[in-house]
């Protein structure tokens, strides 16, 4: 069974940078794409970023779109997300996910991480 570890979270000021980093224990690692979603109490989760399984191919939701840089290194099995210019907005629950194929929907994605917090204060 695939396992995916978000780390990288934390409280950071508004206008800060964070780095998120999801490492996926999976051999075929590099045949997926990989999502970054987020999600606060009581909204549905929502698309961040997602990058196919070459890193040729990046999308963005407009909202972190300038922001936010998704990146991975399929040697280390790893996916990244950097956060720059961060917002109060953005403060939610961060979680990464994988599928065969790049999609912006959460509903499409089976395996998930546990997630990790990040608060941006004001």
């Known amino acids: 069974q695939v396992q995916l570890v978000e780390s990288g979270g934390g409280l950071v000021q508004a206008g800060g940078s964070l780095r998120l980093s999801c490492a996926v224990s999976?051999?075929?690692?590099?045949?997926?794409?990989m999502g970054w979603f987020r999600q606060v109490p009581g909204k549905e989760r929502e698309f961040v970023a997602v990058i196919s399984w070459s890193g040729g191919a990046t999308y963005y939701a407009d909202s972190v779109k300038g922001r936010f840089t998704i990146s991975r290194d399929n040697a280390k099995n790893t996916v990244y997300l950097q956060m720059n210019s961060l917002k109060p907005e953005d403060t939610a629950v961060y979680y990464c996910?994988?599928?065969?194929?790049?999609?912006?929907?959460?509903?499409?994605?089976?395996?998930w991480g546990q997630g990790t917090q990040v608060t941006v204060s004001s």
């Open positions: 996910a994988a599928r065969r194929g790049t999609s912006t929907s959460h509903r499409d994605y089976n395996d």
């Open positions: 999976r051999r075929t690692f590099s045949s997926y794409a």
